[in-house]
């Protein structure tokens, strides 16, 4: 694990839908926190090895809290039960400093914001740091019902104070007309940078869609993997600073073979989507699985995300 946690105090648990809850964390001492960007996650710790990135939905101005926004999921991992059921006001955590794999594009005068249910979060960030800015925004938010539409008050008001437009789809009401991501895509000014964040049918049909866009002008973040870890095994893994050798069995990732073997290694959402367990690739080529590597550098074969990523080739030489 990494040696750079923070320690912070659950000030709040606000309930937001159903099934979404918001939480804000605070310094224990009330002291600032350190600064987030716009798209910006920390991992929370959640004991017993449990640990679960979240997006930040802050205003990046803010330096005195952090918020998050957690969906109970009843066929997930864990975590967000974990989160839901045990966590009390006024618990100490660990936390993760602020990191960002979805970044707004500040100098941008106008951008396109596409969310689908909880995929909202990291989106909110951005669209408080847009308007701060006074720059133009458009946001499609789309949810199921409007009981299930998490900080749509708080979108209004934001709405009505800025450069900002707010289109709301709740597709299973009556008489709903659902989204074209195609032609929002194809209607976005050139100049416009476009980002996407929710579940993966949407998230697919906005990168097909983005693949006529401008190069560096559409960006995505996954919150679940889209296709399972490889754990075939039948490779050795070699750890070049440490000079290690760890066989990778049938059944198990990179990352359970070297948690089993006791090396030290990173890593927080085990499903190729936060970077954290990122390794640099000296020698073999790597059987990507993960969300956050784009293609050019898959194909360069020089980092590898060891919790579901495997190997190609029968030995693979990493910098760990």
């Not at 800015?133 to 019902?145: A, M």
């Not at 954290?276 to 074969?301: F, M, Q, W």
């Amino acid at each position: 694990m990494k040696d750079d946690l923070l320690s912070v105090r659950l000030k709040s648990i606000s309930f937001e839908t159903g099934d979404i809850s918001s939480f804000v964390l605070v310094a224990p001492d009330g002291s600032r926190l350190p600064l987030l960007t716009a798209g910006a996650h920390i991992d929370l710790h959640l004991g017993g090895g449990l640990i679960r990135s979240y997006s930040l939905l802050n205003d990046p101005s803010e330096r005195h809290r952090y918020v998050i926004a957690v969906k109970r999921e009843p066929e997930g991992r864990g975590g967000s039960a974990a989160i839901h059921d045990h966590l009390k006001v006024g618990d100490i955590l660990s936390i993760s400093q602020p990191r960002n794999n979805f970044p707004f594009h500040e100098e941008v005068q106008h951008s396109v914001f596409i969310a689908g249910g909880i995929g909202i979060t990291p989106i909110l960030s951005m669209a408080r740091r847009a308007s701060a800015l006074g720059r133009d925004w458009e946001l499609h938010y789309v949810t199921r019902t409007r009981a299930h539409a998490a900080f749509l008050a708080e979108l209004e008001q934001l709405r009505s104070r800025s450069n900002g437009k707010l289109h709301v789809v709740h597709n299973q009401e009556p008489g709903a007309v659902m989204i074209d991501i195609a032609k929002l895509v194809a209607d976005a000014p050139p100049d416009a940078h476009l980002y996407c964040c929710g579940p993966v049918q949407m998230l697919d049909a906005f990168e097909r869609a983005a693949k006529s866009r401008p190069a560096g002008t559409t960006h995505v973040e996954y919150f679940i993997a889209r296709e399972a870890p490889s754990t075939a095994g039948g490779f050795e893994v070699r750890l070049a600073r440490s000079n290690r050798t760890v066989a990778i069995e049938p059944g198990k990732t990179i990352l359970d073979a070297l948690l089993d073997a006791g090396v030290p290694v990173a890593y927080s959402c085990s499903e190729g989507i936060c970077g954290t367990c990122e390794a640099v690739v000296i020698e073999g080529i790597p059987d990507h699985r993960d969300l956050y590597l784009s293609d050019e550098e898959k194909a360069a074969n020089r980092q590898i995300m060891i919790c579901c990523s495997g190997s190609k080739s029968p030995v693979l030489v990493l910098d760990l």
